[in-house]
């Protein structure tokens, strides 16, 4: 007997292929919520709220949030990596606070830095980049009073990230953004110590001069001088806190 591909014989152990359905629903992508959990700590630590030496207590933080502790200790996990959290058994977390030495360190790695990015852009950017680094100035001062301080202090790592991108070097870029978490931190936690914010904003314009001038000299002083004052604020800062 002849087999019919759509029919099954008796005893006969092949049966033929039936069609397939659609899917009555679509597949539902779920949120990173461990990643949302991570920003929203990341932003309270780069904004001062929670300060270094603090502890992050997950139970607490699951409740504010209404979340189990699971993702919060995976988030904490994930700050840790990024050198904004310390972990120690049966204490948990808690923010990093910063030795004199890594304070020395992180601002003679950033000068240089800086200082390298700014003499290349003097050579390489053209006129109109050079005149945006003044703008940038300009505008950082007239909304320094109605701008948040997360706001200010993204504006105010903004305008050194872009100095370094003018450098036309990625690798500098690249070594200038692996230090962003702990600039920031640090700017958030002494911007208050300036007092006017608009005041601070203002340091920034001397080295938008210099540049537009492609004065590399210039530049270098002005950033020498701008950074060495943000190092000695960040230093008082870490006296003051013992």
Known sequence: MRRNATTTIP???????????????????????????????????????????????????????????????????????????????????????????????????????????ATLACRHASDAQLDAMAARVDDMVARAATLSQAERVALDLDFHAALCALSGNDYLQQLFANMGNEVRMFLALTEDSYGDPASLAQTHGPIAEALRRRDAPAVEQALRFHLEDAREHVARLRLATR
């Open 11 to 117: 005893g006969d152990r092949v049966n033929a292929a039936l069609p397939t359905s659609a899917p009555a629903f679509a597949s539902i992508q779920a949120p990173d919520l461990v990643g949302l959990i991570q920003a929203e700590l990341q932003r309270a630590i780069l904004e001062g709220r929670i300060g270094p030496g603090d502890r992050v207590v997950e139970a607490e933080l699951a409740r504010q949030m209404g979340v189990s502790r699971a993702p919060v200790r995976e988030a904490a996990r994930r700050l840790e990596s990024l050198g904004l959290l310390v972990s120690r058994p049966r204490h948990g977390f808690t923010v990093r606070t910063v030795s004199t030495k890594q304070i020395e360190d992180l601002y003679a790695v950033r000068t240089t830095l800086e200082v390298m990015g």
